[in-house]
């Protein structure tokens, strides 16, 4: 079993910065891609950023590219959100996902076998 937890959602103004992390424990595997996800109330849960387990293929939402940065860890099995330059529209449900044995980033919910149970991001104009 793999479980995902998510940290470091909170209340930020507009224009400020939040870091989200993403820790895995339980069963883990040498390759795999990670992602972030985010949803609203009525919306579907859409892609915000991926990263490969080597870190060698990122991907991004073109709402987010030039504003939230990906990264890994290895050693630490935690997967990094960097987001600036917050917006309203930044508000929502942060999710991490990871899928194991694969390389190719997916930016799709359907890409992903696990998920954590969120950690909510508001940001106040």
């Known amino acids: 079993q793999v479980q995902l937890v998510e940290s470091g959602g909170g209340l930020v103004q507009a224009g400020g910065s939040l870091r989200l992390s993403c820790a895995a424990s339980g069963r883990t595997f040498s390759s795999y891609t990670m992602g972030w996800f985010r949803q609203t109330p009525g919306k579907a849960r859409e892609f915000v950023a991926g990263?490969?387990?080597?870190?060698?293929?990122?991907a991004y939402a073109d709402s987010v590219k030039g504003r939230f940065a990906i990264s890994g860890d290895n050693a630490k099995k935690t997967v990094y959100l960097q987001m600036n330059s917050l917006t309203p529209e930044d508000t929502a449900l942060y999710y991490c996902a990871v899928h194991y044995l694969g390389s190719v980033v997916a930016i799709t919910t359907a890409g992903y076998d696990y998920w954590g149970q969120g950690t909510q991001v508001t940001v106040s104009s």
């Open positions: 990263i490969s387990w080597n870190g060698r293929s990122t």
